[in-house]
């Protein structure tokens, strides 16, 4: 059965549309607040996701000295889900945080098994991108 050159074009254009139609259902970043985003990432297994959270430091690890100096902190959500935030100290402040207190974050997610790690969490010193932060007593850490 041969298509008129009229319907041939609107199953193309049908068709487009229903892949751009998958490609927003499927790769698109989740919306909602900061915490569902890192849960529903986590879940799925996204990765490369800017995202903006705050929870409570549960523990501090020694920095990570391979390649540029990271801080590194284990941030456990109010839903219960912890991610290790990898904060780089080479363009960005020390953050003075202890087990216990809030801390505030923008950055990007990445997904592992254990919950997740947020980096860039530091200003783009190429300003090509968009950086991120740490909040801590109400001072913050580009």
Known sequence: MRLSRGRRRLLLLAGLLLLAWAVRQFAAPPSGDGEAVIAEAYRYRRSGLMVEAE????????????GP????LIVRLAAGQTV??????DLAPRVPAAPGDRIGFRGQYEWNDR???VHWTHHDPQGRRA??????????YR
């Open 69 to 72: 100096a990271h801080q590194r």
């Open 131 to 140: 950086g991120g932060w740490l909040r801590h007593d109400e001072r913050m």
């Open 84 to 89: 290790l935030v990898s904060h780089n100290i």
């Open 115 to 117: 919950g997740g790690v």
């Open 55 to 66: 929870g409570t430091v549960e523990r501090l690890l020694a920095d990570d000295r391979e």
